[in-house]
């Protein structure tokens, strides 16, 4: 079963602190600014093949929430000939 990259970041009472934490974990990373939070959420979600990011404010209310597609990356198909692939390109 594959976890859901989903994420939510929000600031602990306790000591100000900002959080990036995966919806179903019990922890989270934590950051000095909820810019970074942000910015380390998204760069997790895109990581994982897209998923839903949740901002809340130092009230706990929702701020806003956005979604990200996954990144498709091309994949190269292998040739049989190697050698005739390269010698067919156009020499730079």
Do not use: C
């Not at 929000?10 to 995966?22: E, S």
């Amino acid at each position: 079963m594959t976890k859901k990259p989903d994420r939510t970041v929000y600031q602990r009472p306790a000591d100000k602190k900002w959080v990036d934490r995966r919806n179903d974990a019990d922890r989270g990373f934590v950051h000095d600014t909820q810019k970074d939070a942000i910015q380390s959420a998204k760069e997790k979600i895109t990581n994982q093949g897209g998923g839903e990011l949740t901002v809340k404010g130092r009230d706990g209310k929702i701020l806003a929430r956005t979604r990200s597609a996954a990144v498709t990356i091309p994949i190269l198909r292998k040739t049989k000939n190697i050698d005739a692939f390269h010698a067919a390109r156009p020499q730079a």
